[in-house]
């Protein structure tokens, strides 16, 4: 069998290891149309990573969209009440965070939509981590859980702008100005401290659970804390336990998502490469009755991590004069590309061109040239 | 490279302060204050490099991770909002973003607003927050120049001591938001370099500089 492997390049290589590792746990393969109405964005803007979405009219007068985000989509067009379990890989066109263009950003990821069950939950967080180590074993894994991080701002008893200002707060780890928000609206004392205590939470689940066994009495969100505890021991014995770690700084848009929410990072990457979450509040506003959790790995921010480049473009160059016999030169090549070898042909040495050795075909025979 | 801990620093007064602090909380390299146009530093024993890089670029720096750490204004962190870290205000570098208006100025609520400004997104975020509405001349210096030609009605800008805004015949009529300079880190850096970047954010609270 034909070894593709060495054809492949970095990214192709992840998008084939992942759809093999979601193939193996029974998840399906999902395909779509670039395109999608463009109304399913208008109505969710806020669920998109940028709100800048290229549109266009197709020959119906319909406005359309090529397509920004992947999960929307396959929630829009798979049958409600029943459970899927897909994957995909697809483009998504949208304008990165810190840019000022459009790109086209190849997403990998895997949405589990129906009942929702606790394993659900923990085989979706445990692709996750499995992602990650199938790119690079060197990383760490955020997990967090949204009712915790409610239950944290409700105590607060502040006003909406507040609320929303200390959730941007907490996914900067910004305690100086948590304090300074709470401090201004008169916010409990008690609660405030709990609020810092619970954003330099930052460590491998074992340790982190306890410290937030604490503050969940303070908060009153047991249930959240022990829905996390009990996901997490997915990992238990798993060798991953060091590099997943709880960190209260991972949110997402309240209004979307709910329960467990993670990110993922690589050492050499210089920001999250995969994130997810459950999303059953997305659901909801779809008026969708089932509960759905996923996550995306973003191969754009991968770009840099993996060394496609060869020291040669071709193991050899073959000079062949204008005269050669085409016949001669098809079974020349036949015999050294079956030997395992790369060739180019050119008419003369091209000195651009990177080859490990360069010949003359003369007469039928391979002659090495200096 | 990676084993060091990158930090970026703003050319200027800023950046020589944000050293200070750097050198007080154990991460010492005293080269960066010698004279020259070198733009990096190395100190091999406190495993840290710096960078000295334009004000407004330390953010990007530090967001795209050829820093790990940096020390970036309030400013800049709000009119960019860069995908990092906000680990601690230094306390240094106070000022204030504020609206000004040549002396006298009374504002036709009739009218759409003019302001000219560096900081789009601030002032627009400011004038939405009080129902104003306003036309952005997106300018990249000499601001004050822009009421007293006619081009806007008003500015909103960095304010320090207000002396360039007297000298202009302006004056400061509302203050935006307080500005100070912050310790800013790189969200996966945190995740890798952790125990480095946590030491220097509690050598920071130690020293006393915040």
């Not at chain 1, 399906?28 to 999608?36: C, Q």
């Not at chain 1, 238990?236 to 990110?263: C, L, P, Q, T």
Request: hydrophobic share 40%; net charge negative; charged share 30%.
């Amino acid at each position: 069998m034909t070894d593709w492997t060495s054809a492949l390049t970095g990214d192709e290589r992840i998008i084939f290891t992942l759809r093999s590792l979601y193939a193996r746990y029974g998840y399906m393969p999902y395909r779509m149309s670039k395109f999608e109405e463009y109304d399913l964005y208008g109505k969710n803007k806020e669920f998109l990573v940028s709100d800048s979405v290229i549109a266009f009219t197709d020959v119906g007068g319909k406005l359309m969209a090529l397509k920004p985000d992947v999960t929307l989509s396959i929630v829009k067009n798979t049958r409600d009440g029943d459970g899927h379990k897909l994957y995909y890989n697809e483009n998504v066109y949208r304008v990165p965070k810190g840019a000022h263009a459009f790109r086209e950003i190849m997403q990998v990821g895997l949405e589990c939509i129906g009942e929702l069950t606790q394993c659900d939950i923990c085989e979706v967080l445990w692709l996750a981590a499995n992602s990650l180590d199938a790119i690079l074993p060197d990383f760490v894994l955020d997990v967090s859980h949204l009712g915790l991080t409610a239950a944290a701002l409700d105590s607060l008893s502040v006003a909406d702008d507040v609320r929303d200002s200390l959730l941007k707060c907490i996914g900067e780890k910004n305690t100086h100005e948590i304090a300074a928000l709470c401090s201004e609206s008169g916010a409990p004392e008690e609660k405030k401290n709990a609020l810092l205590e619970l954003i330099s939470v930052s460590s491998p689940a074992a340790e982190a659970i306890a410290e937030l066994e604490a503050l969940a009495e303070v908060f009153g969100a047991r249930d959240a804390v022990e829905e996390l505890k009990r996901t997490l021991r997915v990992f238990d014995g798993s060798g991953f336990e060091d590099r997943i770690h709880v960190d209260a700084s991972v949110i997402s848009d309240m209004n979307y998502y709910n329960g467990i929410v993670f990110k993922g990072f690589l050492r050499g990457a210089p920001g999250s490469v995969l994130s997810g979450g459950q999303y059953d509040r997305l659901m909801k506003k779809m008026k969708r009755s089932s509960k759905a959790i996923g996550f995306a790995v973003y191969l754009d921010m991968l770009e840099r991590l993996y060394d496609d480049a060869q020291p040669f473009d071709a193991d050899l160059m073959l000079i062949c004069p204008p005269d050669t016999d085409p016949a001669v030169l098809r079974r020349t090549l036949d015999r050294l590309i079956g030997e395992g070898k790369t060739v180019r042909t050119a008419e003369k040495v091209d000195p651009e061109f990177r080859a490990k050795s360069v010949a003359k075909l003369e007469n039928g025979e391979v002659i090495p040239l200096e | 490279m990676n084993d060091f801990l990158n930090v970026a620093l703003p050319k200027g007064r800023l950046g020589e302060k944000s050293y200070e602090i750097f050198a007080r909380a154990g991460f010492p390299c005293d080269a960066l204050l010698e004279p020259g146009r070198r733009l990096i530093f190395e100190n091999e024993d406190a495993g840290v490099r710096y960078f000295w890089v334009k004000p407004s670029d330390v953010a990007i720096y530090v967001e795209r991770g050829a820093a790990d750490i940096g020390v970036a204004g309030k400013d800049i962190l709000l009119e960019y909002e860069p995908d990092v870290y906000e680990l601690r205000d230094l306390g240094i570098g106070k000022c204030r973003m504020a609206v000004a208006a040549p002396a006298g100025f009374r504002d036709d609520t009739r009218r759409t607003l003019r302001v000219a400004t560096k900081f789009a997104r601030i002032a627009s975020r400011y004038y939405a927050s009080i129902g104003r509405e306003i036309d952005i001349v997106h300018l990249n210096g000499s601001i004050e120049i822009a009421p007293i030609l006619g081009l806007t009605d008003v500015i909103v800008d960095i304010v320090e001591t207000g002396t360039t805004l007297r000298e202009n015949n302006l004056e400061v009529r509302d203050t935006v938001v307080p500005i100070s300079a912050r310790l800013i880190a790189n969200k996966a850096s945190m995740k890798f370099k952790t125990d480095a970047i946590e030491k220097i954010a509690r050598e920071i609270v130690k020293g006393g500089s915040v």
